[in-house]
């Protein structure tokens, strides 16, 4: 081992995480090392007081101010407490109906997108307003058919 | 053998009177609530005190711990510890109060200066077992280095170095109380052990001299 190595591993030695082998060469090294000895025994110190520093204790009444702190919080009204109850219980199948929505309104506009500028429904829409431009003109007598009409009409010119 | 089952049955009476008294709290039962900040006041507030550094400060963030506890004490769902949960909140209470605080006039810290010895009283800690005076002496003395050392370390070790060396908290449960993976909770710790450790080597090395 050596010095970066038992830089490294100084911590998991204070608190004995080290296998037999990786302690031994640690020791090892310590003997040979006293600049590894004073931060070994600096990083020991470390350790020892911070697990003895005195721990302190709740101010007395603590629990009692708490209490009462609690006791005027205004009750919680009916639906929110069922709300807050059910919450987690709601939110799934929630999400779940919202993205259900979103992919059908999707799939829906892309679909109307698709059709609307699809060449046969193109076609259907103009002979639909041929239709309605030759019954706006009563001659639906010599113009059996919307292209019929417009042949006619065009011809006729 | 005898003592190992003693302590595990122990455990699982410990633990299955808690999920009890959670279970009372969520139903609004405030005496069970009472029970379980009788149970985690003490550690709960040692943790805000040295978060902090100010008895008065701690004293009014523990409160609001316990309340925000309670509060939110309806979606508790068990994944973590109730301490864990508890020590989450007083970490974010903390951060909240620094930020607060860094915009005021300093307060009075409880890291005290070693002419100034008789604010110990102040504060009850408990009683630490000490073998004769002068070690005793000697401790107090590496022990204020200490404590400065962590006064003087950034939120974000002093926050990883509490709650493991100090509650003694795992690597895990330091990662779900701040949200953070586990080899960040490593690398910190390492980091504010390192900090310290550099001040209490110039002390020994001034000891030495």
Not at chain 1, 72 to 101: D, H, I, Y
Not at chain 1, 125 to 143: I, P, R, S, T
Request: aromatic content about 10%; charged content about 25%.
């Amino acid at each position: 081992m050596n010095c970066r190595e038992c830089e490294r591993y100084v911590w998991d030695y204070v608190e004995n995480r080290l296998s037999e082998a990786e302690r031994t060469a640690m020791e090892a090294h310590l003997q040979a090392c006293s600049a590894c000895r004073i931060r070994y025994e600096s990083a020991r110190q470390t350790y020892r007081a911070l697990h003895a520093l005195p721990r302190a204790k709740a101010p007395e009444g603590l629990v009692q101010r708490v209490h009462a702190q609690i006791e005027r919080l205004p009750e919680p009204k009916p639906l929110a407490r069922w709300w807050q109850g059910w919450r987690r219980v709601a939110l799934a199948p929630a999400l779940g109906l919202t993205v259900a929505l979103l992919w059908w309104a999707t799939g829906y506009i892309q679909s109307r997108t698709q059709s609307a500028q699809s060449p046969d429904n193109l076609a259907q829409q103009y002979a639909e307003d041929c239709l309605n431009l030759h019954e706006q003109m009563e001659v639906a007598d010599w113009a059996p058919s919307p292209s019929g009409y417009l042949l006619t009409s065009y011809s006729t010119r | 053998m005898e003592t190992v089952s003693y302590l595990r049955r122990n455990d699982l009476d410990t633990l299955s009177s808690e999920t009890w008294l959670i279970e009372r709290a969520q139903a609004r039962d405030t005496e069970a609530f009472d029970q379980i900040v009788y149970r985690y006041a003490d550690r709960v507030y040692n943790y805000v005190l040295r978060m902090l550094g100010n008895a008065q400060d701690a004293e009014d963030v523990v409160q609001e711990v316990f309340l925000r506890a309670y509060q939110a004490l309806p979606s508790f769902d068990g994944r973590a510890s109730l301490s864990t949960w508890l020590y989450r909140i007083a970490t974010n209470l903390c951060i909240d109060h620094r930020r607060k605080q860094s915009r005021r006039v300093p307060t009075v810290s409880i890291y005290r200066d070693e002419a100034n010895e008789d604010e110990i009283g102040e504060w009850e800690f408990a009683d630490t077992q000490t073998p004769n005076p002068l070690e005793h002496a000697l401790n107090r003395e590496l022990q204020q280095v200490v404590e400065r050392a962590i006064e003087q370390l950034s939120p974000k070790l002093k926050t990883v170095l509490l709650l493991y060396d100090v509650e003694e908290l795992s690597y895990e449960e330091i990662a779900q109380v701040l949200g953070i993976p586990m080899g960040t909770v490593k690398s910190r710790l390492n980091l504010a052990r390192t900090q310290m450790q550099k001040q209490v080597e110039a002390y020994l090395r001034g000891e030495s001299k």
